[in-house]
């Protein structure tokens, strides 16, 4: 798979986390990619550096606002030469635009454990409204630590060119090397700040 980009798009969920600043848990975190290759085969992906600000409003879920900003350069595919290549002026030109970022700018509330979030996704030098399909199951939970814990996975499909980023390859009997449509999902946990100041945090 020669290309592949992601949108690190980061937001929290339902009336849990009104009111409340909330910070990521990496290690239970992930935003992943998968895309066409060859029209045969799924290549997947996952970019491992990524950090989010959700900042939750006490009067509506909607009023809420969220930050989010993935380092290119953490790109994985588990292939290196793969990998050095989706780095290259041929597709995310690393050296020139080393960060993708997301800002939201409207949230609506479908369901008590569903949202549709939308906002700016800045890559490859180019801005682009992108909307996200948000799901979760809706409660708070403290685990043995003391913390107070939510999340959430988010889903959404972007079309790379869309972004600049076009580098293909023809087959002889037709067809591409990579598809355009990248298939996006954000698994989230995050621990609400006010709770754990003082607590530890576990690595499992």
Request: no cysteine.
């Amino acid at each position: 798979m020669k290309n592949l980009f992601v949108l690190i798009t980061i937001i929290f969920l339902s009336s849990i986390v009104y009111g409340a600043e909330w910070e990521l848990d990496k290690s239970h975190s992930a935003v992943n990619f998968s895309v066409r290759h060859l029209g045969i085969s799924n290549v997947k992906g996952e970019f491992s550096s990524f950090e989010v600000k959700v900042t939750g409003d006490k009067e509506s879920v909607e009023k809420s606002t969220v930050e989010a900003k993935i380092s290119v350069d953490s790109i994985n595919t588990r292939e290196p030469k793969r990998d050095e290549h989706l780095k290259s002026p041929d597709f995310f030109d690393v050296a020139k635009y080393p960060a993708i970022e997301f800002k939201s700018k409207e949230i609506k509330k479908v369901s008590n454990t569903k949202l549709k979030v939308k906002g700016d996704l800045t890559m490859h030098g180019i801005t682009k409204e992108v909307v996200l399909d948000v799901e979760s199951p809706g409660i708070e939970v403290k685990d043995p630590w003391g913390n107070i814990r939510a999340g959430f996975q988010a889903k959404t499909k972007l079309n790379r060119k869309d972004f600049g980023i076009n580098w293909n390859a023809t087959l002889d009997k037709g067809g591409v090397v990579v598809g355009d449509t990248v298939d996006i999902t954000i698994d989230i946990e995050l621990i609400k700040k006010s709770d754990n100041s003082s607590k530890g945090k576990d690595n499992k």
